[in-house]
Structures are given as structure tokens and as C-alpha cells.
């Protein structure tokens, strides 16, 4: 890609960005005029979640800094590429179930992850597993819904999550090569 495209792309995502802000403000704006009475619950929830995002994502930026630097892209391609197989989505599940925090913290390392050469289904699995699957969340499960619930579900998630990352990595595959046909004809015709 040449660096004039680069830049053009760069601009053109940012005005996608302030466009959806520009949205977003438009629709809470609408929604507060219809509902005025839910205001203070809309302002008090929107600041306890930017507190959360302020104290939190500084944290994860530098480790996702220092990622970066340390991990080399080898190493992603060989345990989380698209040849790792059974290990590389056994290790994104693991990586998954083990932090606690919310699901925004983990998709700063997935795209981290992504650049670096993981695999868009071990990707999939690995956010999924952040989301479904915690090793605190499943104490608490077998304390209240018993043993059986928890491994039922645990199983039919880890099963369907597999499924659901190479399912998207499938359409996402078809959808890139169909894209490079329509810009070779573009470039040819």
C-alpha cells in the first residue's frame, strides 16, 4: 500500500468515527428529550463507565505497549496463526478464561494479537472465552446452578465458540478474496 493511500484510508476511517460519534450524540440527545426522566441515570451510568475506562485503559495500553515490543510476531504466528490448530485454540481459550475485567479491556490485545499474525478464528475463541467462559465466574456457577449446569454449559460453549471462530473466519476469508477479484478487475478493466 502506498503512503498516500494509507493516509487517505486513515482519514477516511477517522471521519467514519466522528460520523458514528455525531450519531451516537444525535440519538442519546433524541432519546433524553423523549425520556427526560431518565437523564440523571444516563449521566450517572455514562460517568461510572468513563471513570472505569479512564482508570483501566491507560493500564492496558501499556501492557499491550509492551507486548508489542517483547512478543515478536513469530511467536504469535506459531501458537495462535493459522496453523496452530488444536493448540493455538486451546491456548486462546486459556488466555481468555484467565483475566477478569471487562470485555472492552480485551479487544486492544485482540487487534494487538490480530496485527501480529493470529488467526481471525483464534481471535473469535479468545474474545468469546474472555466474555462466556471465567475461572471465578464457573466457581460461582457450580455454587448456585450445581456441577452438571456448569459443565454442560461449559462444554456446549467452548463447542460453539469453536464453531462461531472458524465460521467468521470462513466469511471473512471469502469476503477478502472476493474483494481483491473486484479490485483486480477494477485495476484490469
Request: proline content about 4%; hydrophobic content about 50%; overall charge positive.
Amino acid at each position: 500500500m502506498k503512503p498516500g493511500e494509507k493516509q487517505t484510508k486513515q482519514k477516511k476511517k477517522m471521519i467514519q468515527d466522528w460520523f458514528l460519534l455525531g450519531i451516537t450524540i444525535v440519538i442519546v440527545v433524541v432519546l433524553l428529550l423523549v425520556f427526560p426522566d431518565k437523564a440523571e441515570a444516563v449521566t450517572s451510568t455514562s460517568q461510572e463507565y468513563f471513570l472505569e475506562m479512564i482508570i483501566i485503559l491507560p493500564s492496558v495500553m501499556i501492557i499491550m505497549g509492551l507486548f508489542a515490543v517483547f512478543i515478536s510476531n513469530e511467536t504469535v504466528v506459531k501458537y495462535l496463526g493459522k496453523t496452530s490448530g488444536f493448540r493455538g485454540i486451546s491456548l486462546s481459550i486459556l488466555i481468555g478464561t484467565l483475566p477478569t475485567g471487562p470485555l472492552y479491556v480485551a479487544f486492544p490485545m485482540a487487534s494487538t494479537l490480530l496485527k501480529k499474525g493470529a488467526s481471525i478464528s483464534n481471535i473469535i475463541v479468545f474474545l468469546s472465552a474472555w466474555a462466556c467462559i471465567k475461572i471465578p465466574q464457573e466457581m460461582v456457577e457450580v455454587q448456585f446452578l450445581g456441577a452438571e449446569f456448569m459443565f454442560l454449559r461449559l462444554i456446549l460453549t467452548i463447542i460453539f465458540v469453536i464453531i462461531m471462530g472458524f465460521s467468521i473466519e470462513k466469511i471473512v476469508g471469502w469476503r477478502v478474496k472476493r474483494n481483491k477479484i473486484k479490485e483486480q478487475r477494477g485495476v484490469i478493466g
